[in-house]
């Protein structure tokens, strides 16, 4: 099987841009998480998504927002870019999504906000 | 809250010698418990799992609820175990999916 896929891998934006990282899950996942990755605070949960529905929300403002398909694969959307939110952006997917499972990472985007 | 703490950052062995990347844990419920490593330019991936009682690698980890700990030890490190280790924790009260991560210990072992 192929792994999770994200694209592009890397970005550069400018402040107040807005940006949309994608995430194409491992084939019959159906969860897919976001992570934000900094070297200051480290792995934070953003959402998770499952079914087409957000059902879980991290501890991040309304700027950071995410969308699923019907065929699993996820976007998230980053609006008014401010320069903290230069970060590796990490997506997970599982099959059900329950806590048990693994979840499997894709390799990231490096986003850099000047 | 959920926290978990790994308090080492940086961690060196020498080949050969016992590994032990400590973990604690804050979490008011019964929590799932992981190790996710993160080898040089590979993805993150899952390691270990407290459910399983599973030995990958010769890593182990057992989940300690008095200590509130989930210690991860190897007996004899060896060079190809250099890496990112983080220990996450996930429960139904921070949602399925929901992944919480400590900030990681970087295990160089040393030949």
């Known amino acids: 099987k192929a792994g999770v896929t994200q694209t592009p891998r890397y970005l550069i934006k400018t402040r107040g841009q807005q940006v949309t990282l994608s995430c194409s899950p491992i084939?019959?996942?159906?969860?897919v998480s976001w992570y934000q990755q900094t070297p200051g605070q480290g792995l934070q949960f953003l959402f998770e998504?499952?079914?087409?529905?957000?059902?879980n929300k991290g501890n991040f403002p309304g700027r950071f927002s995410g969308r699923q398909f019907s065929n699993s694969r996820s976007e998230m959307n980053v609006s008014t870019l401010e320069l903290g939110d230069s970060a590796l952006y990490l997506c997970?997917?599982?099959?059900?999504?329950?806590?048990?499972?693994?979840?499997?990472f894709g390799p990231g985007t490096r986003l850099l906000v000047l | 809250a959920q926290r978990v703490t790994q308090p080492e950052k940086l961690l060196s062995v020498f080949k050969g010698a016992p590994v032990e990347l400590k973990c604690n844990y804050s979490?008011?419920?019964?929590?799932?418990l992981f190790w996710y490593v993160q080898y040089s330019r590979q993805r993150l991936q899952l390691l270990l799992r407290?459910?399983s009682r599973e030995s990958i690698k010769g890593f182990t980890a057992d989940l300690n609820k008095g200590e509130t700990s989930f210690h991860l030890k190897k007996p004899f490190a060896q060079e190809e175990d250099s890496a990112m280790y983080y220990c996450?924790?996930?429960?139904?009260?921070?949602?399925?999916?929901?992944?919480?991560f400590g900030t990681g210990t970087r295990l160089t072992v040393i030949p």
């Open positions: 084939s019959g996942h159906r969860s």
């Open positions: 998504y499952f079914s087409e529905t957000q059902r």
């Open positions: 996450a924790l996930s429960g139904r009260r921070t949602g399925a999916n929901n992944l919480f």
């Open positions: 407290h459910i």
């Open positions: 979490y008011s419920g019964s929590p799932e």
């Open positions: 997970a997917s599982s099959w059900r999504g329950d806590v048990q499972e693994t979840q499997y």
